[in-house]
T-cell receptor, first 114, second 113 residues
Framework: DAGVTQSPTHLIKTRGQQVTLRCSPK?????VSWYQQALGQGPQFIFQ???????QRGNFPDRFSGHQFPNYSSELNVNALLLGDSALYLC?????????????FGPGTRLLVL | DQQVKQNSPSLSVQEGRISILNCDYT??????FLWYKKYPAEGPTFLIS?????DKNEDGRFTVFLNKSAKHLSLHIVPSQPGDSAVYFC????????????FGKGTSLLVTP
């Protein structure tokens, strides 16, 4: 049973650039959420996708955008990167139909902005 | 505005003893609470959860207690093992917000032999 997978594992970008991170949900899951974890902090909710639409959004600027594909996989895009965007980006998945309260996380993508 | 707080950044416990990790929340709309464990260079791993209609949930060595009137929950690990050494995150969510998780800053648990 494949868990949540994310790619790439690490990424280095410079200020002003754009980045795309990818996530495949756990088998049987249809909902994907993205979180940002800065050093020494807990993960912060960015947004959630279900049925290819953004359903919930946290307190992040619209430089952060996403997409969900028909196979439930998802992308997180960040435009005009700032130094403060350096963080671990976590993808989590759950099933809207059953046990929707519990999200399972991938290993994360560590983004460094120079 | 931190709606979920873990006021102890770290905790050290001897192997075989009980570990108690605490968490407080401020939003009365939260109706589901979870604990995650995180090792370095890995994503958070789901441990145990509790619905707001319960006050206790047990799974093996792990028990979560919820005190709604105090807006407080705790995770008990008995007996503690060296492999339990990790960062533990408390998270809370609400049905009305699609169960988006609100996390505390984490407590680093060290279990010594």
């Amino acid at each position: 049973d494949a868990g949540v997978t994310q790619s790439p594992t690490h990424l280095i970008k410079t200020r002003g650039q754009q980045v795309t991170l990818r996530c495949s949900p756990k088998s049987g899951h249809d909902t994907v959420s993205w979180y940002q974890q800065a050093l020494g902090q807990g993960p912060q909710f960015i947004f959630q996708y279900y049925e290819e639409e953004e359903r919930q959004r946290g307190n992040f600027p619209d430089r952060f955008s996403g997409h969900q594909f028909p196979n439930y996989s998802s992308e997180l895009n960040v435009n005009a990167l700032l130094l403060g965007d350096s963080a671990l980006y976590l993808c989590a998945s759950n099933s809207m139909g059953t046990a929707q309260e519990t999200q399972y996380f991938g290993p994360g993508t560590r983004l460094l902005v120079l | 505005d931190q709606q979920v707080k873990q006021n102890s950044p770290s905790l050290s416990v001897q192997e075989g003893r009980i570990s108690i990790l605490n968490c407080d929340y401020t939003n009365s709309m939260f109706d589901y609470f979870l604990w995650y464990k995180k090792y370095p260079a890995e994503g958070p791993t789901f441990l145990i959860s509790i619905s707001s209609i319960k006050d206790k949930n047990e799974d093996g060595r792990f028990t979560v207690f919820l005190n709604k009137s105090a807006k407080h929950l705790s995770l008990h690990i008995v007996p503690s093992q060296p492999g339990d050494s990790a960062v533990y995150f408390c998270a809370a969510s609400a049905r009305d917000s699609g169960y988006a998780l609100n996390f505390g800053k984490g407590t680093s648990l060290l279990v010594t032999p």
